[in-house]
Each structure stands twice: as structure tokens, then as C-alpha cells.
């Protein structure tokens, strides 16, 4: 059995670490990954869980246990493999909360519109993924959170910045796609096509 400590490492680190980790490993051995916050845990959990990894989550006085068996030969992580979709594969970065340079109302209203015209375009983007002030548009209150589902029940993945959330507060407040990591976002951004920005 190995042990890695990642308390008090920040986004993506627990997952980079435990990815390393995995790949010294043999068929059968365990590890165990040592986090101190939810964040960690559903990140690493995720990347383990996506390579096809038995997991077992333990909670202990102020951190977590995430015990990972290495079995099988793990495959690509859903939606950010390096393996291409057929055609070209599109991804929207939103970093704001308004769209352009200039008058903050006025470019409010554009970046409005344009998530709001966006399910009437073909093709949809693969992806869209919210950082920096972005993710205001993916927590409660958001205006567009209805065109978002929209979009996510026509197969657009969703994925908003957990730095960002948690820097501004609103890890709890997620309605829509999923919290993500740097290290998810990277490889989403490596295999994409085109990569657009409002």
C-alpha cells in the first residue's frame, strides 16, 4: 500500500499527484490519498473513478481517506480523453460575466444574449467551461441557468472553475454542470478543435 498526503494542496494538485501516484503502482496495489476538503474529494474521486478504479471514501477528524485499488488497465477520462469525437470538437471558455470591453450593462446584456441564442445554433459546442467571474452565470440566481440546462440536456458538458467558486464563495451554490479542476480543463482545452470565446 502507498500513501500520498495532499492536504493543503491546491487545484489540481490532488489529482496530479494521485495520477502520478497510480502510474507507479502495479495491478492490485492500493492507495491512499489523504485530502482535507470536499473540493479534493469529488476531484480526485472523479479522475479515479472516470479510469475505471474500485474507490472507497473514509472521513476521519478534519480530512478524508480515498482508498484507490489499481485494477485493469484504467481508460480515458469522460470528456476530457485525448481520444477525438468525429468531427470537430468546439469548446466556449467564459471568463466574465459580461462579453467585450467598454460599458459593463451593455456587455452584460451581449453575453446574455449570446448564451441564450446559443442553443439555436448548429453545431453546439462539446463544451463550455466557466472560470474567473464566468462562474457567476453557473450558481444560483443566474439569468441563464435555464438555457444552460438546456443546453446540458442537449449533451453540452458543463464545467465552471472550483478555484473560482470557491474564491468567490460559491461552492455551494452550483446549479448547473459540474465543478471542475485545472487539470480536467487542460486536457478538455488539448484535445478541442476550437476553442471560442464570447
Known amino acids: 500500500m502507498r500513501e500520498i498526503d495532499c492536504r493543503g494542496l491546491a487545484c489540481p494538485q490532488p ?27 469529488q ?11 474500485p474507490l472507497q471514501v473514509k472521513e476521519e477528524a478534519g480530512y478524508f481517506i480515498l482508498e484507490v485499488v489499481k ?20 469548446v466556449i471558455l467564459v471568463d466574465s460575466d459580461r462579453m467585450g470591453e467598454g460599458d459593463e450593462e451593455l456587455g452584460r446584456k451581449l453575453l446574455l444574449n449570446f448564451l441564450r441564442t446559443l442553443p439555436q445554433v448548429s453545431p453546439l459546442p462539446q463544451a463550455l467551461v466557466f472560470y474567473n467571474r464566468g462562474v457567476f452565470l453557473t450558481v444560483e440566481g443566474s439569468p441563464v441557468l435555464s438555457v444552460l440546462r438546456e443546453l446540458e440536456e442537449k449533451g453540452v458538458k458543463i464545467f465552471s472553475c472550483w478555484t473560482c467558486l470557491s474564491h468567490y464563495d460559491l461552492e455551494d451554490k452550483l446549479r448547473v454542470g459540474q465543478a471542475s479542476n485545472m487539470y480536467e480543463i487542460l486536457s478538455l482545452l488539448m484535445r478541442a478543435d476550437r476553442v471560442l470565446r464570447p
Open 15 to 41: 489529482v496530479l499527484e494521485t495520477k502520478e501516484a497510480l502510474e507507479g503502482l502495479s495491478e492490485g496495489e492500493v492507495l491512499r490519498v489523504l485530502v482535507d476538503n470536499e473540493a479534493a474529494v
Open 43 to 53: 476531484n480526485v474521486s472523479r479522475f479515479v473513478s472516470s479510469q475505471g478504479y
Open 71 to 90: 485494477k485493469g488497465s484504467g481508460r480515458p477520462v469522460e470528456g476530457v480523453s485525448c481520444e477525438r469525437p468525429e468531427g470537430i470538437f468546439r
